[in-house]
């Protein structure tokens, strides 16, 4: 009886060193496919260029060139024949993002984003919400009298509205200092 018991524990430790051997075995190959797949297939972080201002095929090829793929989110919009420009980007220019990764842009006319906009008759701070609207800040401000204008209210601008371009993305604005 004493053989037959100690066969048994034989056979029992036989069959889980076996099973210890085999999970082991498997989390040793697991973890060599697992370095193996990260060295061969590993996939570089790259920052994010801006492309925010660019025109929509100028922006295409930058994202390209880094190693991104572009999705436009405003894709109703296009017509034939016409230009746009890259008015906002997710995720913002500067963030780590894997190589092969999409980048999404949202897109406006040319021809309406990069517009002046009308900002005689506005406070300081009117033409500020405007501006950034399309893409402009205000640049040098001067002060002086009008005859029409109370004071706080911009009386003239450089560049006119209407006009699509700037040197340095600034408008120039004459403020009234009051009536005289």
């Known amino acids: 009886m004493a053989k037959t018991e100690v066969r048994l524990t034989d056979v029992f430790i036989r069959i889980l060193s076996i099973i210890i051997f085999g999970i082991g075995a498997v989390l040793l190959g697991g973890y060599g496919a697992f370095l193996t797949y990260q060295t061969i297939f590993a996939v570089p972080v790259v920052k994010v260029p801006s492309v925010v201002d ?3 095929d100028a922006a295409r090829q930058v994202l390209y060139k880094t190693g991104f793929k572009m999705l436009t989110i405003d894709d109703s919009i296009f017509q034939q024949g016409e230009q746009y420009i890259v008015i906002a980007q997710k995720p913002p220019a500067g963030t780590g993002l894997k190589k092969n990764r999409t980048v999404e842009v949202e897109i406006r ?11 005689v008759g506005k406070t300081i701070a009117e033409a500020e919400a405007l501006l950034l609207e399309y893409g402009y800040q205000i640049g040098e401000i001067a002060y002086t009298l009008h005859q029409k204008l ?4 911009i009386i003239a601008q450089t560049p006119v509205a209407g006009e699509n371009k700037t040197i340095d993305g600034k408008i120039n604005i004459l403020v009234s200092k009051g009536l005289y």
């Open 54 to 56: 660019m025109e929509l």
């Open 109 to 119: 006319t040319a021809g309406v984003y990069r517009q002046i906009p009308e900002l």
């Open 150 to 153: 109370p004071e706080g209210r």
